[in-house]
Structures are given as C-alpha cells and as structure tokens.
C-alpha cells in the first residue's frame, strides 16, 4: 500500500536528521524505512559537500541530496550530479579581495569536481577537514581557475566572525553571498544557491508538486527553506530563527523529530 506515494520529506542533518550527539535516532531510521516502504521519498539537505557527507544509505535516502546548502543535488544512486548553484571564476577578484584584507584567515575551497583546497592553513581548518574525514586536500598557494565551480567556500576567522562579517557587507560581493553566523567559519556560496530554492529545484525534477514536499530543519542555514516550503517544521531545541520560520514545531531532534514528522503527514496529510 503505497500511501506516502507522491510525498517528500526533505530534512537538515546535523542537529535534526541526528541527535546531539551526532547519531540518527533509531526511531526516526525506523520510520524512514517505513515511509520509504510505502511510497514516500526522503532525502536529506545539509551544509555538508559530498565529501563531507558520509551517511548516504539506499535504505533511508531514496531521492537526491541536497548539498552544500543548495549549492548541489547529488544522486547517489544514480552517481551524478542532478543540478549545480555553484561559484564560478568569475567570483576570484572578490575572493581576493577578502584575503587581502584579512590575510591571517584560511579559505577553504570544495570544488563541484570533488576536490578540495585550503589557502593560508590554520590549525582550525586541518581540524575542519579531519573532522569531515577529507584527507585528501591541497594546499594552494594561490587562488586558482582549476578551485572552480565550487560548491561553497569557507573562510576560517576564528575570533574575527564579526570583523569579517562588517567588512562583507561593505563591499560589492558580485555574484557570491555569505551567510551571516556566530560561530568560526563564514560561509561563502553562489547568489543562485540556498536549501528554499533547491526545494523547488528538486521538486521540479522529481515531478513532485511542491507542496507536498515537507521540510525540517534546526539551524540558521535552514530558514529560507522553512520560510519557502508549503509544508515547514523544526525540532522543540532548534535555534530561534528556524523557530519563528516554522509552520509547526514538534518534538526535539533527541527524541525523533523524523519520525513525529512523518505521524504527522499520516494523521494530518493522507
């Protein structure tokens, strides 16, 4: 019986898919299993890139990935990338511009081909990409063509967040975008990226109308796809903005907040 057929649910990783302590709650691969059994599609929407991203499995994840925070659709089982909102080089001379003025900061560069760069390498950033399992980047000495199209780029500013931040807004940052944060990276992404417009990208492809796509997310980086999406929740310990973007609150990422979505398309939805 097919009766989650022609439903998506699209959902954050870290902090929501998982728990706080970065583990998928066996409640909510439980229900996923269930869903996908009876015709839904899940799929998961992270800041993560492809390398980055380790938890792909055919059992839970059964439509494209949304990564890089939009900047790419990547279908693992077909093995390709779907549709791209990546920085181009065209973007370089803003680059630039930024570690010239701040040239104690490292940039981090996650190129569409799956390569990965780092100019001015701090121990900050060889945390970053051990933690991500990525031990294969380059150390550049320079900001090159062969770094583009990238997924995103990250600028690791330790303790000069809001420094970095003042200094983006004063300037013409051309065709890329950062995302306004508290903690030690800025991220840096194509104008043409963001997880509310990869919605309707990936609903587009799926031939699925959007508004029964269903999207939950915790953080920040997850409020233009609650404000964007027909159908929005986010966990009871999300983070103030994704609270008051949210059509609907439900139970905390601890407890499932996976499974209590997909209880409520069941009794509300079908």
Same mark, same amino acid.
């Given at each position: ?21 970065g ?26 890139t ?68 780092? =100019?001015?390498? +701090? $121990?900050?950033? &060889?945390?970053?990409f051990?933690?991500l /399992?990525?031990? #294969? ?17 990250? =600028?690791?500013v +330790? $303790?000069?967040? &809001? ?5 983006? /807004?004063?300037? #013409? ?19 043409e ?52 973007a ?12 996976v ?12």
């Amino acid at each position: 019986m097919n009766r989650f057929e022609g439903f998506v649910i699209v959902s954050d990783f870290d902090g929501t898919l998982t728990g706080t302590d970065g583990i998928i709650p066996e409640k909510n691969i439980e229900a996923i299993k269930y869903f996908i059994r009876r015709g839904g599609r899940f799929t998961v929407s992270t800041g993560r890139t492809y390398k980055g991203f380790h938890n792909y499995s055919p059992e839970i994840i059964n439509a494209p990935v949304l990564l890089g925070n939009g900047a790419d659709a990547f279908d693992y089982l077909e093995n390709k990338s779907i549709f791209s909102n990546a920085v181009e080089a065209d973007s370089i001379s803003v680059i630039e511009s930024i570690v010239s003025a701040f040239p104690q900061i490292a940039v981090e560069f996650f190129s569409c081909d799956k390569n990965s760069y780092v =100019l001015n390498p +701090n $121990e900050q950033s &060889f945390r970053h990409f051990k933690g991500l /399992r990525i031990d #294969d980047y380059k150390i550049a000495d320079s900001i090159s063509e062969s770094m583009f199209p990238a997924v995103k780029i990250m =600028l690791s500013v +330790n $303790e000069k967040t &809001f420094e970095v931040q003042e200094f983006l /807004r004063t300037i #013409d940052l051309g065709k890329i975008k950062y995302i306004p944060c508290t903690g030690s990276y800025v991220e840096l992404l194509s104008k043409e990226a963001g997880k509310g417009k990869a919605l309707h990208q990936l609903s587009d492809h799926l031939g699925i109308p959007f508004g029964n796509i269903f999207a939950v997310g915790d953080g920040s980086n997850d409020v233009d796809m609650l404000s964007e999406a027909v159908n929005s929740f986010c966990p009871s310990g999300a983070d103030a903005l994704a609270l008051s973007a949210a059509k609907e609150i439900l139970c905390s990422s601890d407890d499932g907040v996976v499974a209590h979505l997909i209880s409520v398309i069941e009794e509300k939805f079908i």
